[in-house]
């Protein structure tokens, strides 16, 4: 089966795909290669737009002060004590003074002409991109197979593995998402699906109902978050008690 | 001696969680010599690949002195600073400047001292690790020998081969660790016939005993720092 046909496979939830990618002995390496294609196509996408923006020093230079402006301001919504008001106010007169420092930063000499410079950026973008999406990728399996075999699954890693690198096929949309008013929808519709073809994946290769499988795929990371918001409560008390016993 | 292209092999049988390879691997008498011949390969060419992104991200990036003295004379120059030098005349951001100078100096060697130590950080991570998965491998009712042990994680390392990225400047390695841990897995696994939670938990281990003593020294540093500051 060529790329291209398991790509197509692995979005329309074809289960004769997933059922071929857990038992192939390459099913790694195709997943592999799929990750590979889909990640050069977003990160080739993805910096062509980031290459373009960054060719004129003055926009970003803009871009740059308007998000320091934009900081300022919803910090200023939040400040309540007279010292704080009076950072921000130097933060505020401080202006010209970053404006240089980021003007220095961005049209500084380097060896190589900036144009190489811009390319070797975005060269370095086109080239990560794929590693991210590996990287999500075996996070979101090895919590998936540890929940599955202990809520009894079967399969092994190996068909996790290679079954599991079919939910980054979605994330072909991800090349879309420079466009500024579809960037969220797009990433949110890619991330869904990508949960999806999860999903299926873990109920054939552990040869699970879709409800099992779901709640493998969900069970870890709900509990990190269960977990990472209880850490966050203790964390803000322990502050809390901190200040106010700092201030007794 | 084995060809390069026969060790390119295992390397990417290891990437690709091959579990044929992983199991000639452990019938091989060879696996010892094999294995530490795969490391060093791929710690040189790794390390090759990043000292040459490492030279030409030097040569892509502005020479950081001159940046840093830019930016020390824009800082003196905000309403922030000028107003404590009003406070304090004796305020000066020299020192914070000089120390930040100092340390950007000794990162321009770091890419020569990459590419010299990879394979032996490479070498030394594979044996220390290989040691502890097979004491813990062992004790959790493996079979294997300690050549087994070290030839089938060995294995593992070629997840490595993902850092060859590197040789395109600024690029980020991600996904090679993890990528590597389930190679161990499985490597400790085929190696021990050991059952699959026994050979997670052995695979494991080490990362748990390095991560536990590095939350060790990271608070005892916290401790005394904090003890300098109140004993200043």
Redesign the interface.
């Known amino acids: 089966m060529s790329l291209i046909d398991t790509f197509n496979g692995a979005l329309t939830l074809n289960q004769r795909v997933f059922a071929e990618m857990r038992d192939d002995?390459?099913g790694?390496?195709r997943g592999?290669l799929l990750i590979l294609m889909v990640g050069l196509l977003v990160g080739a996408i993805q910096s062509a737009s980031l290459l373009i923006s960054s060719a004129n020093p003055d926009q970003v230079l803009a871009e740059v002060l308007a998000g320091y402006r934009q900081s300022i301001e919803q910090q200023r919504a939040t400040a309540t004590t007279p010292e704080q008001r009076e950072v921000l106010r130097?933060?505020e007169?401080?202006e010209d003074?970053?404006a240089?420092?980021a003007r220095?930063?961005i049209t500084?000499?380097?060896?190589?002409p900036r144009p190489?410079?811009l390319v070797?950026?975005a060269?370095?973008q086109t080239?990560?991109t794929p590693?991210?999406y590996?990287?999500g990728m075996?996070?979101a399996v090895?919590l998936t197979h540890?929940a599955a075999?202990q809520l009894g699954g079967k399969g092994g890693?190996?068909a996790m593995?290679a079954v599991g690198s079919l939910s980054v096929a979605p994330h072909a949309l991800d090349a879309l998402t420079f466009i500024p008013v579809l960037s969220f929808p797009i990433a949110l519709i890619a991330w869904g699906w990508g949960l999806i073809i999860l999903i299926t994946g873990t109920s054939v290769v552990h040869r699970f109902d879709s409800g099992k499988a779901t709640l493998a795929v969900l069970l870890y990371p709900s509990l990190l978050i269960v977990l990472g918001i209880f850490l966050s409560c203790i964390l803000i008390f322990a502050l809390v008690a901190l200040v106010a016993g700092g201030g007794s | 001696m084995e060809s390069l292209s026969y060790l390119f092999r295992l390397g990417s049988a290891g990437?690709?969680?091959?579990?044929?390879t992983f199991r000639a691997q452990r019938d091989n008498p060879h696996a010892l010599r094999e294995g530490f011949l795969l490391v060093l390969l791929i710690g040189v060419v790794v390390g090759i690949a990043s000292f040459i992104g490492n030279f030409?991200?030097?040569?892509?990036?502005?020479?950081p002195e001159?940046?840093l003295a830019?930016?020390q004379r824009?800082?003196e120059?905000?309403?922030?600073v000028t107003?404590l030098r009003e406070l304090n005349p004796a305020f000066s951001l020299d020192p914070l400047f000089a120390q930040i100078t100092a340390f950007a100096r000794s990162l321009q060697w770091n890419g020569l001292i990459g590419a010299v130590t990879t394979p032996i950080v490479y070498l030394l991570s594979w044996l220390i690790y290989g040691v502890i998965a097979h004491l813990a491998a062992r004790s959790f009712g493996g079979e294997g020998t300690f050549a087994q042990t070290l030839g089938c994680t060995a294995l593992a390392s070629g997840a490595n081969l993902?850092a060859l990225?590197q040789i395109?400047?600024?690029?980020?390695?991600?996904?090679a660790t993890?990528?590597g841990l389930?190679g161990c897995?499985?490597g400790l696994r085929v190696a021990h016939n050991l059952s699959?939670?026994r050979a997670?938990w052995a695979a494991l281990l080490g990362p748990i005993l390095l991560g536990v003593l590095l939350l060790v020294i990271g608070c005892g540093a916290l401790a005394v720092l904090l003890a300098a500051a109140q004993g200043g």
Do not use: H, K
Not at chain 1, 108 to 112: D, G, H, K, S, V
Not at chain 2, 15 to 20: A, E, G, T, V
Not at chain 2, 56 to 63: H, S
């Open positions: 002995s390459n790694v390496r592999f130097w933060l007169e401080s003074e970053l240089n420092i220095a930063i500084a000499p380097t060896i190589l190489v410079v070797f950026q060269l370095a080239v990560s590693l991210t590996l990287s075996l996070l090895v540890l075999r890693i190996r593995v | 990437l690709f969680l091959d579990i044929n030409l991200a030097t040569l892509a990036t502005p020479d001159n940046l830019i930016i824009e800082i120059q905000t309403p922030f107003e993902l990225v395109v400047p600024f690029a980020q390695v991600s996904g993890l990528l389930i897995y499985m699959g939670w997670f």
